[in-house]
């Protein structure tokens, strides 16, 4: 019989040698609830860059997503979700769209934030959100900028879904934090000549610009211009009203914080609602 080997409690952190119960706090190894909490308490981490956070969740559920469109449609549809996965998968993973409104699937505001079509997609999302993510993540507490990127990403999707298109993507959320900055900017004192705004407003310039052209080029793929519009406008008003409350207690301590967890806990919800509708038809 294999032996364990000594390690760290996932629970607390302390040594509990090759024992299979903590001697400090009476977790098991490997039990789910010590994996939850050493994720918990990981969130929670003051050095943990929420940025990189969320560039692994997008990540972990486009792998995902690949692993499905295999699964359901052999080799052919794992090839296919590398640039644009089925139909059917898509829903499955988040989408936005009329249907939001039309048949109550509110889950979409939420899932599609994380959820990518195709690889390309994946990627290029990503590296935007490597350079702007940080930049804001340093001006404001790390569960005002999730909040930020949550909401914004909602805030896109929902106008996206208002004006009766079906899309998915970080892009909107980005977008959002792109918003943000450029307020947080302009609320901070900064010059619009200044290099950081200049920056920052071209990159502002040069999505909506490329999003608006490749849509009137007629090109295969259509860029969701309505999702980038809602998620900037989003991000924008929410650093409006964090710059009025930051310096307030309350906020700092406790709305903020447990506004940060309701999101993601809205956001597991928001999955596991859609998991629920595609299997099993829950209504």
């Given at each position: 019989?294999?032996?364990?080997a000594p390690?760290l409690?996932?629970n607390?952190?302390k040594?509990?040698?090759t024992?299979d119960e903590?001697?400090?706090?009476?977790a098991?190894?490997?039990?789910?609830a010590?994996?939850?909490?050493s994720?918990m308490?990981?969130?929670?981490?003051?050095?943990?860059?929420?940025?990189?956070?969320?560039?692994?969740?997008?990540?972990a559920?486009?792998?995902?997503?690949?692993?499905?469109?295999?699964?359901?449609?052999g080799?052919q549809?794992?090839?296919?979700?590398?640039?644009?996965p089925?139909?059917?998968?898509?829903?499955l993973?988040?989408l936005?769209?009329p249907?939001?409104?039309?048949?109550?699937?509110w889950?979409?505001?939420?899932?599609?934030?994380?959820?990518h079509?195709?690889?390309?997609?994946l990627g290029?999302?990503?590296?935007?959100?490597?350079?702007?993510?940080?930049?804001?993540e340093?001006?404001?507490?790390?569960?005002?900028?999730?909040?930020?990127?949550?909401?914004?990403?909602?805030?896109?999707?929902?106008?996206?879904?208002?004006?009766?298109?079906?899309?998915?993507?970080?892009?909107g959320?980005?977008?959002?934090?792109?918003?943000?900055?450029?307020?947080?900017?302009?609320?901070?004192g900064?010059?619009?000549?200044?290099?950081?705004?200049?920056?920052?407003?071209r990159?502002?310039?040069l999505?909506?610009a490329f999003g608006?052209?490749?849509?009137?080029?007629?090109a295969?793929?259509r860029?969701?211009?309505?999702?980038?519009?809602?998620?900037?406008?989003?991000?924008?008003a929410?650093?409006?009203?964090?710059?009025?409350v930051?310096t307030n207690?309350?906020?700092?301590d406790?709305?903020?914080?447990?506004?940060?967890w309701?999101?993601?806990?809205?956001?597991?919800?928001?999955?596991?609602?859609?998991?629920?509708?595609?299997?099993?038809g829950?209504?």
């Open positions: 019989m294999a032996q364990n390690s409690c996932r607390c952190g040594l509990m040698g024992a903590c001697p400090y706090c009476g098991r190894r490997g039990s789910p010590g994996y939850v909490r994720w308490r990981k969130l929670s981490d003051p050095n943990t860059s929420v940025t990189h956070i969320i560039m692994g969740a997008c990540c559920l486009f792998l995902v997503t690949m692993l499905l469109s295999g699964f359901f449609f080799i549809g794992l090839v296919q979700a590398l640039l644009a089925p139909s059917e998968i898509l829903l993973m988040g936005t769209g249907f939001v409104f039309s048949e109550g699937y889950w979409g505001l939420f899932t599609s934030v994380f959820s079509i195709g690889l390309i997609h290029f999302n990503m590296y935007v959100l490597s350079i702007l993510g940080p930049l804001l340093r001006s404001v507490s790390r569960s005002t900028f999730w909040s930020i990127f949550v909401l914004s990403g909602a805030g896109g999707a929902f106008l996206t879904a208002l004006m009766g298109n079906v899309a998915a993507g970080a892009s959320a980005i977008m959002g934090v792109l918003g943000a900055s450029l307020v947080l900017g302009y609320l901070s900064r010059d619009l000549n200044d290099a950081m705004m200049q920056t920052l407003i990159w502002a310039v999505i909506f608006i052209l490749v849509n009137l080029m007629g295969a793929i860029i969701d211009n309505w999702g980038h519009l809602g998620g900037f406008l989003t991000g924008a929410l650093v409006s009203l964090w710059s009025f930051k207690r309350t906020y700092r406790k709305v903020s914080p447990v506004l940060g309701a999101l993601l806990a809205i956001l597991v919800l928001a999955f596991v609602r859609s998991w629920m509708t595609v299997f099993f829950a209504g």
